[in-house]
């Protein structure tokens, strides 16, 4: 099975949840890690979308955006080649 989730507010914290809404400033919400680790050894797929807003309106650069999501997949622990689909 496939279990799609989003990424910021679901998986990870985003910009809306520190004071100054700074984009580079996230973290790994609780229990996430634990729970995809058991999603992938049940055998389930885990694919994440995202949409980057920020990106579409020139407040950040996509390469930026890219490495957030790099580094969320590597906090995660989930693989690099993790199925991702984003939306600027």
């Known amino acids: ?41 049940a055998g389930h797929v885990i694919g994440i979308v995202t949409n980057q807003g920020a990106v579409a309106f020139g407040l950040v650069p996509r390469g930026e955006a890219a490495d957030k999501i790099a580094l969320a997949l590597l906090h995660l622990k989930l693989p690099a080649d993790t199925p991702v689909a984003v939306c600027y």
């Open 1 to 41: 099975m496939l279990y799609l989730f989003a990424l910021d507010g679901t998986l990870i914290s985003g910009p809306q949840d520190n004071p100054n809404q700074e984009y580079h400033l996230w973290r790994v919400l609780p229990q996430r890690v634990e729970r995809l680790t058991e999603l992938r050894r």
